[in-house]
């Protein structure tokens, strides 16, 4: 180590020498030609090169500059001794950064790169249209000659692919909403946005733990899966149908997909959408890794409402007669359902990339085929009544008991909770309301909590039962169930002898007919 300070002592002596007799012997035009050379014949000898990354490139800002900052940001709070600190805006982390002329060594594949930030000051202020900032700053990269081959354009890869992930994760997420009532601003930025921090989890989300564990799977596949994509020519995006009856999770299922994945959520307000090109241009300004979520699509997308002229079918425009130069005009001015079939599965789907679509409705069997249909929503979740894994996940979350209070560890516990797993599924209650009778009875013991929820679960299923004139609701769904099987048999026999009934046949045809309008 010695030898190393004694020969760098050394060399700057040479270097000083050789300027100042530069200095008393030559112009000043030579003298910086000679030490052009002399950098030149020093960069060529090095064993190092550099890489500058300057924050404005030409006039335009250099991303690559803001990603090595936030980068770097990761470990400079550890590594050096002066730091700058900022917050950006919508972020609730503080961000860490060198400081002038500041050192910082990385590794990456076994390679070592050191970053300099170098400020100076701006030495006139070139023509731009728009002002430029009167420091200069940039990163200086150094890596060694022999690594430039084995880490470059990898490593740049990394810190861009790193920058972006911290950012998403620095950054509050957004909630977008398009429902700002025809405003003239709201033509301009068509979306508007608040931090978006629903406490909504798959923790705390009441529903049978496989089928949590299943939607997860799926979510993290997708969100994984950019090569799988790519590879098989599809558009980066899924859909998520949730249905069933108020009360019962989807707007909390999208809150803790949301979380799940760290994406923005957009809530598109489809009554405020009067067009498709509108809508074309509400999907072209979201942003990747969201999800862009349609409730009550079922009760949205009337769209008898708007259009004067009488209509075929309540989810598309074509008029009942004739199909003149005005009604197409008429057409091309409001929003069909093809616009929006448009908006989740055309070309136009695919501007962007990482994006979720989620419906949601309470009543699945209104919706058009044609959004049903396969490849459209990959996934229909069904939200359904309290079960009783369900229901001990809510138990947990509003009472606060812990595994072995919800595995039955005293005898009065075990009792309670055997007879709320008779019930809960005559009841037919929804989480919503469980969730009401447990927040009433939250500063209550745990036992007599629990004790009030079975009274109350026990009511509901006392009402239901007479409701279905006595029957439980396992018979109800076995005797439905069977309904079904029947017509599936007899709509197979109609297949295989189609002579025998022309009724089936005349069913089946109409089926058909429907499938092709689809
Ligand atoms: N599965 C569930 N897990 C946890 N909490 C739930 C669940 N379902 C409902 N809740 C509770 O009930 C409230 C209403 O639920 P949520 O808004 O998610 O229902 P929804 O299915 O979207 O209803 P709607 O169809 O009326 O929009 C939530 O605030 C939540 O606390
Ligand atoms: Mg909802």
């Known amino acids: ?26 112009p000043p035009e030579l003298r910086l030609a000679a030490l052009k050379l002399f950098h030149c014949g020093f960069l060529c000898f090095s064993t ?122 620095n950054q509050d997420r957004l909630l977008y909403t398009n429902s700002r009532g025809g405003s003239i601003e709201s033509r301009v930025v068509p979306w508007e946005s608040v931090p978006f921090k629903h406490p909504s989890t ?8 496989s089928r949590k564990e299943l939607i997860m799977a799926d979510l993290k596949d997708f969100a994984e899966g950019k090569a799988f994509y790519e590879k098989t020519g599809r558009a980066w995006k899924r859909g998520y149908l949730l249905y069933g009856p108020p009360g019962t999770g989807k707007s909390s299922m999208i809150a803790a997909m949301a979380n799940y994945l760290g994406y923005d959520v957009y809530d598109l307000e489809l009554t405020e959408v009067h067009t498709n090109s509108e809508l074309r241009k509400l999907l072209m300004k979201t942003t ?44 091309a001015k409001t929003m069909t359902l093809s616009g929006l079939l448009n908006f989740t599965d055309g070309l136009w789907s695919c501007c962007g990339s990482e994006r979720i679509f989620v419906f949601t409705t309470n009543h699945v069997e209104e919706l058009d085929s044609a959004l049903l249909r396969s490849g459209r929503m990959d996934m229909h979740i069904l939200m359904s009544y309290c079960s009783f894994p369900a229901l001990k996940i809510l138990m947990k979350n509003y009472l606060g008991l812990d595994d072995g209070e919800l595995g039955g560890d005293t005898q009065e516990n075990c009792g309670l ?69 029947e017509e599936e048999e007899q709509e197979k026999r109609a297949l295989e002898s189609p002579n025998e009934s022309g009724e089936e046949m005349d069913g089946c045809n109409g089926k058909e007919e429907k499938r092709e309008e689809d």
């Open 1 to 26: 180590m010695e030898e190393f300070w004694m020969s760098m002592a050394f060399l700057m002596g040479v270097f000083a020498f050789f300027q100042s007799i530069l200095h008393a012997v030559f």
């Open 48 to 169: 190092y090169c550099y890489f500058d990354i300057t924050e404005i490139d030409g006039v335009n800002t250099n991303e690559l500059y803001h990603a090595v900052q936030l980068y770097l940001s990761r470990s400079a709070s550890v590594a050096a001794s002066r730091l700058s600190l900022s917050r950006g805006l919508n972020s609730s982390t503080f961000t860490f950064g060198l400081t002038s002329n500041d050192c910082l060594v990385d590794t990456f594949c076994g390679a070592t790169a050191t970053w300099e930030h170098v400020v100076t000051q701006r030495q006139w202020q070139t023509f731009s249209w728009r002002p430029l900032p009167e420091e200069k700053r940039s990163f200086t990269l150094r890596i060694k000659k022999k690594d430039k081959p084995l880490i470059l354009p990898a490593y740049l890869d990394h810190i861009m692919e790193t920058a972006t992930d911290l950012r998403r994760r």
């Open 202 to 209: 798959f923790d705390t989300l009441a529903m049978d733990s």
């Open 288 to 331: 990747p890794k969201s999800i862009i979520v349609i409730e009550d699509i079922d009760c949205s997308i009337n769209l008898t409402n708007r259009s004067t002229k009488k209509l075929a079918s309540p989810f598309d425009l074509r008029p009942t007669g004739g199909c003149g130069a005005e009604d197409v005009n008429a057409a």
């Open 417 to 485: 909770l055997r007879e709320l797993e008779e019930v809960i599924d005559d009841a037919e209650i929804t989480p919503a309301d469980v969730s009401e009778i447990l927040i009433k009875n939250r500063r209550r013991e745990k036992r007599e909590a629990m004790a009030e929820l079975l009274e109350a679960v026990k009511a509901r299923a006392e009402k239901r039962k007479k409701e279905r004139g006595g029957s439980s609701a396992a018979a109800r769904k076995k005797s439905l169930g069977d309904e079904m099987e």
